[in-house]
């Protein structure tokens, strides 16, 4: 395998991480509003957090 194929597969497997993070913060969302529970919306902000750091 060629270096531009293996971060290329890198790449891809990053951007697919963080689309299925922010998946999960977006779910954590709607059941922290559905439950009206703070705990859940602080994970959901933590969640985006985490993404957007990992993008960086």
Known sequence: ?????GQSRSVRTVIVAGLVNIAVAMAKVIAGLLSGSAAVLAEAAHSFA?????AM
């Open 1 to 5: 395998m060629t270096e531009s194929g």
């Open 50 to 54: 985490d993404t957007t750091t990992a």
